[in-house]
């Protein structure tokens, strides 16, 4: 159970239970599922994580192996295009990471979107109480661009905060660049972002929409996770968040991540599922 788990007696523990239920069978059938905000309310943050815990177990139980954690809902226009203005945070598994330019089979997802973001990975722990821009710094190995295909088990992306913390932070894939860059001398408030589908710009950003700074909003992550008990760690992936709006991915085709002065990334979304593909 995490740190700050508020949820009591056996009428709470079915609540939580339900709720992993639904969205386990609509990740496993690709069918969403109506908000789980009528289970948990709409503002019990700690119930809608108790879930998410467990889900999270469960994987974790059925070998996955986690790898780090991603940030939800920092930049101001993602907020906006779902009514809600607080960041949230989910875990990251091996099998939800791919390559710069390695195949991602479109048939993984429900309702994919794709967002442009900075990732971090750790070279040491972060898991003291107060964290803070420094510590971030100085504990991050390098960064590299990357392309959030953000999804979700909620039908209609139809959200309140405790819909996307319940369901993981609205977890998908992750595609990574393949060329590190230290932080030395960075600025990362000052990153240009541009997406491109097929070859068009579709969404623009920097990196001050991110909490300020990917830096300030890895610090956050870093906070929070450490109340709740499940603390970053060196080698970690951290997916510091959105740099502007997310973009619907309707079906097949590529998008390419530009980041001013960080290199570049490219996903390439392909027909079919994993199952027909290994």
């Not at 069918?31 to 948990?40: D, G, I």
């Not at 994919?112 to 040491?124: D, S």
């Not at 309707?250 to 199952?275: F, H, K, Q, S, T």
Request: with cysteine; net charge negative.
């Amino acid at each position: 159970m995490t740190a700050r788990t508020t949820t009591e007696g056996a009428g709470d523990a079915a609540r939580i239970d339900d709720v992993a239920a639904l969205l386990t069978a609509a990740a496993k059938t690709r069918t969403p599922c109506a908000p789980v905000r009528e289970h948990l309310g709409a503002t019990d943050i700690d119930a809608a994580y108790e879930v998410q815990h467990r889900l999270v177990a469960a994987r974790t139980a059925a070998g996955a192996r986690r790898v780090g954690a991603k940030i939800g809902l920092t930049a101001r226009a993602v907020q906006q295009q779902f009514g809600v203005f607080q960041p949230d945070f989910g875990v990251l598994f091996a099998d939800m990471v791919y390559a710069h330019t390695e195949p991602v089979p479109l048939g993984r997802f429900l309702q994919p979107r794709a967002e442009g973001e900075i990732a971090f990975v750790l070279g040491r722990d972060l898991d003291l109480p107060g964290t803070t821009v420094a510590d971030v710094l100085r504990a991050t190995d390098f960064v590299l661009p990357a392309i959030e295909i953000v999804d979700s088990r909620i039908a209609g992306w139809d959200l309140a905060i405790t819909d996307t913390v319940a369901d993981n932070a609205s977890s998908g894939a992750v595609v990574l660049g393949t060329t590190p860059f230290r932080l030395d001398g960075r600025d990362l408030a000052r990153v240009g972002m541009t997406l491109y589908h097929d070859g068009e710009p579709v969404s623009f950003g920097a990196g001050h929409a991110c909490l300020g700074s990917p830096v300030v909003a890895v610090a956050w992550l870093a906070r929070e996770m450490e109340q709740r008990g499940q603390p970053l760690r060196a080698g970690d992936l951290v997916m510091s968040g959105a740099l502007g709006p997310m973009v619907p991915v309707g079906g097949p085709g590529r998008y390419r991540l530009e980041l001013d002065g960080l290199g570049d990334v490219e996903a390439l979304i392909e027909a079919g599922n994993e199952e027909e593909d290994a």
